[in-house]
């Protein structure tokens, strides 16, 4: 590791989580990664590896065979996933999201039910927000759930970009009940499904894979709803109206989350321009040697220890039960834009051959771009900074 990225004050037990799941990342994903980017491959045996690890029950309660870890825990794991292949983080994220918001939310039956499962990997989450004609814009959501008799919820519209849309067979789905009550009239459906593309359940179908230009492996999808039946009781909470502020809390975790995946991408970069720069001859001596590559692997490290810093303070304060939404989307802002910009730095140093598919720097530079969007765009990050600075100046 170097000096890069430590974090100060961890139990001997959160070192070592982090020494195994380093050690797996070296071994199982680092190898790979590239290859089955390329070939757009959903990853099992790491998914499968990754079970093993228990990194699926990593948040949940010990109660409900969990390990109980912190949201601290979750990022620093993540950021060692990220730094192997950034779509097996995505992999656990909406999974961990969906387990945060039962865990934090839900009724005593729908910890017990879903919980268990949750962590050994058997059941898996998606968390369902965008749709076609907003992203960002949460409160012009337009997909419906109406009361469609005894105990029933009648749930029509259309959802997009959904990490795990297809392999996930649990979607914690935001939809509006109430629509003249604005925020307060968005409700949280618990969605039970078949994993797999077409027709799922009677009502509701995944239509196929979105093609991207990188985050490959991972399956990012739409879904669609048309009159889809839902038991009342998979209300979120079991009370309708509180949706909005459940997935803001789970949005606040989704937050740290992209923050420790773009330190992680980040980190790899570095080390990967670093190597070349050692090994690559100009002028009878290492390019490292040259002040310009030497300034410029600098301000790499720079940026890549400033966002593990910020990250780390983001998730300690909500591990602390403190509201965190500032400290988030700065961490998701500033980790995010240093991971495009160290990004690229490597690959200006790998020369010609970052164009390469033959160098992982190709595929960092497809994968870092998702960083900037992903749960909330750098302009969205810099509104909620703002006014959350306004309101308690």
Known sequence: MGRLQQTYGLTDEQHEILATVRAFVDKEILPVA???EHADAYPQAIVDGMRALGLFGL?????????G???LTYALVVEELARGWMSVSGIVNTHFIVAWMISHHGTPEQKAFYLPRMATGEIRGAFSM???GCGSDVSAIQTRAVPAGPGEYSITGQKMWLTNGATANLVATL???DPAAGHRGMTTFLVDKEPGFGEVAPGLTVPGKIEKMGYKGVDTTELLFDEYRVPAGKILGGEPGRGFYQMMDGVEVGRVNVAARGCGVARRAYELALAYAKERETFGKPIAEHQAVM???AEMATKVEAAHQMMVMAARRKDSGERNDLEAGMAKYLASEYCKE???DSFRI???YAYSKEFEIERLYREAPMLLIGEGTADIQKMIIGRRLLAES
């Open 342 to 344: 160290v990004v690229e």
């Open 350 to 352: 790998h020369g010609g």
């Open 130 to 132: 965008s749709e076609p």
């Open 34 to 36: 590239t290859e089955l």
């Open 59 to 67: 948040m949940i309660d010990e109660e409900y065979g969990g390990l």
């Open 175 to 177: 939809v509006k009940t």
């Open 69 to 71: 870890e912190s949201l």
């Open 295 to 297: 300034f410029r692997i």
